[in-house]
């Protein structure tokens, strides 16, 4: 991973031709921006669920080593798919951030966290414990097919998504 934080501006200034033979993205601005590391970056691990967090919770109780989880909660506003006790969980297991094209809920304590989590928004229903999803499938995430083992960069300015580790 890379010593220094890459602004994602800076990134897309350097490499106009990723940009343009489509190995580096921008995902839409739809996500709020929750946690105290407001920039991050790392390789991600995706995982695709609807309105169930089971396999969201498996997935932060393993080592980050400095991962993202990337996750496809299908856009649904209709309940959180991650809480505070998981993202702790995560911080203490070594995980650069977390991007939940959903829901979270307990806000305030995930903004305790030296994690960076996005989301589309708060909720304060609590998801389904089902079990049901695809680990390390590609997903579609704000205008994004997202692979796993891709490279995430966030900051203040949004996410990137890159095929390979990239710096300036």
Not at 20 to 37: D, H, K, T, V
Not at 120 to 145: C, D, Q, W, Y
Request: aromatic share 6%; with cysteine; hydrophobic share 40%.
């Amino acid at each position: 991973m890379s010593a220094l934080p890459l602004a994602t501006a800076e990134a897309c200034d350097a490499n106009p031709h990723l940009i343009l033979n489509g190995e580096l993205r921008a995902l839409q601005p739809i996500f709020q921006i929750y946690g105290r590391r407001q920039v991050f970056s790392g390789p991600i691990v995706t995982l695709k669920v609807f309105e169930d967090n089971v396999l969201i919770r498996e997935f932060l109780e393993e080592r980050g080593n400095g991962r993202v989880l990337v996750v496809d909660g299908g856009g649904s506003m209709r309940c959180a798919i991650l809480g505070g006790n998981p993202v702790q969980q995560a911080q203490n297991n070594g995980w650069a951030g977390i991007v939940v094209n959903g829901c979270i809920r307990d806000v305030d304590e995930i903004n305790g966290c030296d994690i960076g989590v996005r989301a589309l928004g708060s909720h304060p229903m609590k998801a389904n414990k089902k079990g049901f999803g695809e680990k390390h499938a590609a997903v579609n995430i704000a205008g994004t097919r997202i692979s796993d083992g891709e490279w995430l960069y966030a900051d203040s300015d949004g996410i990137l998504i890159s095929r390979t580790e990239i710096s300036i």
